[in-house]
């Protein structure tokens, strides 16, 4: 690489460059009863690179056997530079679905997910994220409107100082209030108890040890969150947090919100960067896990956004 003759002069941030990752896709899961089939992810798009861009897909009509159903369903991702002073880059990852059908009991007209982030030049290796767009539009359970609010800044401010999202005691903070929150909830199904305990077990430690975000087999660990911030009382369902018990059904979660590090793929043409691993977001609308007349897991409306500024 060539020297340039006055470095006093060189705008260091010249040198920087931007690896870009989005996925979404509609749907995706596995069904045992009435069927057995695994449900590929449906209407898939993904972007990775340094190029950026933007790629778009749609699908009408789908439906599997009758069991799930939808209307219409489109994805896009896309990463470019920002237009404005002193930003960096700016990644989108979107999934919806209209026309939601799940066994004549969960609805939706339409639901939407959709996550994006923002590498700054400057302390960039850690984005700004954003939930702007997510939303469910007459979401349905047994006949019944789901009232949902949802808080889109589950996620907070950028960490100051550069710092990923499991380093920062704010956010920390804030999902371990909505998990005890949830956990402390009379009648939690037993299963969901131990589930939302292992995740408060998994917060506190990385509270205590915020440089040791690895578990005992070295992989890095996540957490997981919702963008749920009240669901109003739903005729014959329980309701935990932005979890719903539905009898005959199974459980559904509205919005789960994972966040977790990804570690950089080695290259050796490259100098390892300072900050090896990348934040990632990835944001479900409906992880359904039905148990009763049907039987299976399913995920409708999936975005997930991860990037990484180099070196």
């Known amino acids: 690489m060539a020297t340039l003759a006055n470095s006093a ?14 996925e979404a896709y509609a749907l995706s899961g ?3 009863i009435p069927v057995e089939q695994e449900i590929r992810k449906q209407v898939p798009v993904a972007l990775t690179g340094e190029r950026g861009g933007h790629f778009y897909q749609k699908i009408d009509n789908y ?5 799930i159903s939808f209307r219409s369903g489109y994805t896009r991702v896309s990463g470019n530079p920002s237009q404005k002073k002193d930003h960096g880059w700016v990644t ?40 702007l767009g997510t939303s469910f539009d007459n979401l349905q ?49 037993k299963d ?19 440089n040791d975000k690895r578990n005992g087999d070295g992989r890095t660990v996540d957490i997981r969150c919702s963008l749920v911030k009240h669901i109003d009382p739903i005729p014959g369902v329980k309701i935990f947090g932005n979890v719903l018990q539905i009898p005959d059904f ?17 290259n050796p043409s490259e100098t390892p960067s300072e900050h090896p691993e990348s934040n990632y977001f990835t944001l479900t609308m409906l992880q359904m896990k039905m148990g009763c007349i049907g039987e299976g897991t399913a995920n409708a409306g999936t975005a997930n956004t991860n990037g990484r500024n180099k070196p």
């Open 92 to 131: 989108l990852s979107t999934s919806v679905l209209e026309g939601l059908n799940v066994l004549d009991v969960i609805k939706a007209d339409r639901l939407v997910a959709q996550v994006s982030t923002d590498h700054p030049k400057v302390n960039g290796h850690v984005p700004m994220v954003t939930f």
């Open 63 to 67: 439906s599997l056997e009758g069991i």
């Open 192 to 210: 969901l108890a131990a589930e939302y305990d292992k995740e408060l077990s998994i917060i506190r430690d990385l509270k205590s040890h915020c």
């Open 250 to 266: 199974g459980i559904v979660k509205l919005a789960e919100v994972k966040v977790g590090l990804e570690a950089e793929k080695a």
């Open 9 to 22: 002069t060189t705008d260091p941030n010249e040198a920087l460059s931007h690896e870009f990752h989005a």
């Open 30 to 32: 596995r069904l045992k």
């Open 141 to 189: 359970i047994g006949g019944y409107p789901v009232n949902v609010e949802l808080d889109l800044n589950m996620c907070g401010e950028k960490p100051e100082d550069d710092r990923a999202y499991l380093d920062d005691m704010s956010f920390l903070n804030r999902v371990e209030w909505q998990r005890s929150s949830i956990l402390s909830l009379p009648d939690l199904p």
